[in-house]
């Protein structure tokens, strides 16, 4: 009877009779003498459980300091300083970027200078020089190893009252010229570049930008330079034999200051540089 | 429990009082390892990252006591289910849940459990409870929390966590009972 009813007396366990006694055992209250030795058991069990610390149980303390230490006796502790130390943190690694940083640096310093060389807005020496390394249009006033109309820009520019002098040469909208000559790229031997699209599109907007380039340019403060003297070993022949030939990495060119900004007069979000090698593909 | 102190200690360790917080953690450790070695096979690791959710949110924190505690045990709770679904995600079998299954579960656990009356021993015995039964049992008992604030944390009415704790120390007294021993 007892086995098929469990719990139907009171203070025996397996009914609802047994609730009371349950829920102070599970409050940790004494339980009456009287009550079934099973729950005595039990309520001793669990107090054994609830019993004071053992060794182990305070594994952790040291570690729990120590972040209550760095963390909860700043002032002003939140979860907006801890994103804000994180932060710090995360940044701390910058130093070794730097480097990787003044590398981006020198090489966007490199290709404005060469966007520039071939633009036509740099001075007269290193024009040069960028004439001889990399096909820019060479400098007007200086003698060419080329006729003068390999220089010469593809594309016609849009003649100003001021855009005169040694510009004009290399800005002649001459149709016969454009035809028979490609432009430097193109005479130095670099196949399908025969139209280079940096030059038509920026040309234009730098010469009308940068006025100084045009009259300084007459009278130099600076001699000019032989181009073997520039770059020794360059092989200064017209026609190079191949299309990395005599062509300088854009970082490696020896400007020794900042370079005018050679997307300034590009449109919006195209560069000379980006648009060199898109032709090229 | 810390008790009448316990608003005091608390606001001490707000302030950055050391030897407050470390009051505190004395009195609740215990039971928090207690509870999440039922609930999860890396008791310490959730523990430590428990305690460093509650220094993180100590300042913000307004309660007594009980609210403390159910604030601390919910936060365990929280990070032991966080600490289970990494574990999911790399299933690598813990070697002490392989040796708590290997644990036995019925009399001679009850025996163990009663002849030494060792904490081990008894909580090896509410472990081979049904996990839900088991940790309301640890939060009723070990934690101290109320039907209420237990309710809150599992995410269940106070009447379905009477009902889940009954059934569970009437399985541990039926356990009790198969022993055969007498108090």
């Known amino acids: 009877m007892h086995g098929e009813m469990p719990g139907f007396f009171p203070g025996r366990p397996g009914g609802e009779h047994d609730e009371p006694l349950l829920d102070m055992i599970l409050e940790r209250r004494p339980i009456p003498p009287g009550a079934s030795p099973e729950f005595h058991g039990l309520a001793r069990m669990l107090a054994a459980v609830a019993g004071p610390a053992e060794p182990g149980d305070l594994a952790g303390q040291d570690a729990a300091h120590a972040a209550f230490t760095r963390l909860a006796s700043r002032p002003g502790t939140s979860h907006a300083a801890l994103r804000s130390a994180r932060r710090s943190l995360s940044e701390r690694p910058a130093r070794g970027r730097l480097p990787v940083a003044a590398a981006l640096a020198v090489a966007a310093a490199g290709l404005g200078s060469t966007a520039a060389a071939f633009a036509g807005v740099l001075p007269s020496p290193i024009q040069h020089f960028a004439h001889e390394t990399i096909g820019a249009p060479p400098p007007p006033h200086v003698a060419s190893p080329r006729p003068l109309t390999v220089a010469s820009s593809p594309m016609p520019r849009h003649p100003r009252p001021s855009d005169t002098g040694s510009r004009q040469p290399a800005a002649s909208p001459d149709p016969v010229s454009d035809k028979t000559h490609r432009g430097p790229l193109s005479a130095h031997g670099r196949k399908g570049h025969g139209a280079v699209p940096v030059r038509a599109t920026c040309v234009p907007a730098l010469g009308e930008d940068r006025g100084w380039a045009v009259g300084d340019t007459q009278n130099p403060p600076w001699p000019s330079p032989v181009p073997s003297q520039l770059k020794p070993g360059v092989t200064q022949s017209p026609t190079p034999s191949g299309p990395s030939q005599n062509r300088a990495s854009p970082g490696s060119l020896p400007f020794p200051w900042p370079l005018p900004l050679a997307t300034k007069g590009c449109p919006a979000g195209t560069t000379p540089y980006q648009e060199t090698h898109a032709s090229g593909r | ?183």
């Open chain 2, 1 to 183: 429990m810390i008790g009448g102190a316990f608003g005091v200690t608390l606001a001490n360790a707000r302030t950055g009082d050391e030897a407050a917080f470390a009051c505190i953690f004395r009195d609740v450790q215990p039971a928090l390892l207690r509870y999440l070695r039922v609930i999860t096979a890396e008791p310490e690791d959730v523990a430590g990252e428990t305690w460093i959710q509650v220094v993180t949110g100590l300042r913000r924190f307004r309660g007594g006591e009980q609210d403390f505690r159910a604030w601390l045990f919910a936060i365990a709770r929280n990070r032991a289910a966080d600490a289970g679904r990494s574990r999911h995600r790399r299933p690598v079998v813990p070697l002490d849940m392989t040796e708590a299954a290997q644990h036995p579960t019925t009399a001679d656990a009850a025996d163990q459990a009663l002849e030494a009356v060792s904490t081990q021993a008894a909580m090896e015995l509410i472990k081979s409870l049904p996990r839900e039964q088991a940790e309301i049992i640890m939060l009723r008992v070990v934690a101290g929390l109320d039907a209420g604030d237990v309710a809150k944390i599992v995410g269940k009415t106070p009447g379905a966590v009477r009902v889940a704790a009954h059934r569970g120390l009437r399985r541990l007294a039926g356990q009790v009972a198969q022993a055969g021993v007498t108090l």
